[in-house]
């Protein structure tokens, strides 16, 4: 037995597991009489504002610019970019410089940086959410190297947090980026870089 079957053991002696007949009924009594959105209109607009405000760039280009604009903004920093092994080729397109499409995960910190896309973005809180399936590839790919380039499709963009989470799967496991790495545990000393990409970008295709 493993240390975290031991535990797990340990801890239905201690809270009987319920039936799962009476879990499903106490989660569907829960009262969710609460907002689900703040705002009807301008959701695009919103999210490209409060993602700005977390001190990320934000470039909102028509769909078929989307390939330039990824071109252009690896341009300005030479140096290989990793990517999802499943990222859409037309994003990619463009791009002049060396891509490395499921960089093992060794080989990470020696990139200039990383392209993915995304899962779902919240417009009220700016945050865009990465479930690591399709095109957004490993947790390690969005946390190791340090410039993180993301794209979000318009579409993908939810008004409220209620609406983005009944998008996702709970069983996945999910980032959640607003803007770049930060802290602030050191006397109060806004550090970046520390915990995640230094430098977030982005791309809002529309």
Known sequence: MSAREDVLRR???????RPAAEV??????????????????????????RVADYRATVVRVPAAELAATVADRLAARPGAYGIPSDLPEEWTAQVAGELVRGPDVAALD????????????IAETGTIVLDHGPAQGPRALSLVPDYHLIV???????????EALERLDPHRPLTFVSGPSAT?????SRVE??????TLEVVIAQ
């Not at 801890?11 to 597991?17: E, H, L, N, Q, S």
């Not at 979000?152 to 209620?162: E, F, M, N, S």
Request: net charge negative; hydrophobic share 45%.
């Open 24 to 49: 499903a009924a106490g989660y569907a009594a829960i009262d969710r009489g609460y907002l689900r959105r703040h705002h009807e209109d301008g959701v695009l607009d919103l999210f490209a504002e």
């Open 193 to 198: 870089g520390v915990h995640g990409p230094r």
């Open 152 to 162: 979000v499709l318009a579409g993908q963009v939810a008004p409220d947090v209620p």
């Open 110 to 121: 020696g990139l200039a940086g990383a392209v993915t896309g995304c899962a779902a973005a």
């Open 11 to 17: 801890i239905d002696g201690i809270v009987p597991a």
């Open 184 to 188: 602030s545990d050191i006397e109060l």
